[in-house]
């Protein structure tokens, strides 16, 4: 949750400035139809703020090293889920109620239109912000 908070606005910037877009985060944008390698096609500035993000809520929320761990771990499978591409009845978007979290669809759609669903797995801000679509 906190994660996904810090990420979401450093993700609308890359997005609302162009120059941001073009030199950091266009590469992980080339490809409109996902599959899971798209987690790890950016440049090295996009996964610096990706992993920065992540040190961030991990420093703010105290955890200790397990849970760290457990973190790490819980992120990297919502990420290689989300970039999947699949929209199976198993997935955490299908299983949690519904809109809780944007899942591989909504994701897809970002890829697709560029211009809402900003959000790494849950939606709020996107609700929140006027930025969602289906």
Known sequence: FVYDGVFYFAHLAMHRDPSIYQKIHYKHHKAT???SVEVVRHSFAD???QVLANIITLNVLGL???TRAVHNIVVTYLLTETHSGYDM??????????GVLGGSPAHEAHHRYGSGNYHQF????????????Q
């Open 33 to 35: 139809r996902l599959c």
């Open 47 to 49: 996964g610096f703020l």
């Open 64 to 66: 200790s090293a397990y």
């Open 89 to 98: 009845p198993w997935m955490l978007h299908n299983i949690l109620p519904r």
């Open 122 to 133: 849950f939606t709020y801000f996107d609700k929140l912000l006027g930025f969602q679509i």
